[in-house]
């Protein structure tokens, strides 16, 4: 399957499956990340990452992008991550990425509810382990807005994991 898939698209059946763990190591980040899985986060990031959620989020080193989320995400914010349309290029052991992202974040103890999009520019790199790991990610907004819960008065969290309401 894979060899006939690499010959229809030009691409090395061996660089077809490097995609395919690429695709499952961003959507293990983004996992872990809503559920807030901070080991498993941290596992999908290189020791010196860098990260760049927009021009004010700068960050370098895992334990630095890790303490932002984990400090930032506690249990009264919910989110939603999904990223899809991914094209993924190879090149030994080094790979990019562009992911389309689509979220949204609940903050629930101001009733607020944010909505937003924009394409991640990533870079991995395979490590000593013979395990794909993110070295860079990032985006721009291509949009965000936020909505006042307060203006649905129908508006009402009926579930959530972490037991805050």
Not at 62 to 76: H, I, N, Y
Not at 105 to 115: G, Y
Not at 116 to 144: H, K, L
Request: with cysteine.
């Amino acid at each position: 399957m894979f060899s006939f898939l690499a010959s229809v698209s030009g691409v090395d059946a061996t660089d077809l499956l490097t995609i395919r763990e690429i695709e499952q190591l961003k959507y293990r980040y983004l996992r872990s990340l809503d559920l807030k899985l901070w080991d498993e986060f941290a596992a999908t990031l290189s020791a010196d990452v860098t990260a760049e959620y927009g021009p004010a989020l700068a960050f370098t080193g895992r334990d630095q992008v890790v303490e932002f989320m984990r400090t930032s995400l506690g249990p009264a914010i919910l989110t939603v991550h999904q990223c899809h349309h991914p094209e993924i290029t190879v090149s030994d052991d080094t790979a990019r990425g562009t992911w389309y992202l689509q979220d949204q974040v609940i903050v629930t103890e101001q009733r607020l509810m944010l909505t937003g999009a924009a394409f991640y520019d990533d870079e991995y790199a395979r490590d000593a382990d013979g395990r794909w790991r993110i070295t860079r990610t990032g985006y721009v907004r291509s949009y965000e807005a936020v909505q006042s819960l307060d203006d649905v008065p129908s508006w009402k969290l009926t579930a959530n994991r972490w037991g805050q309401p």
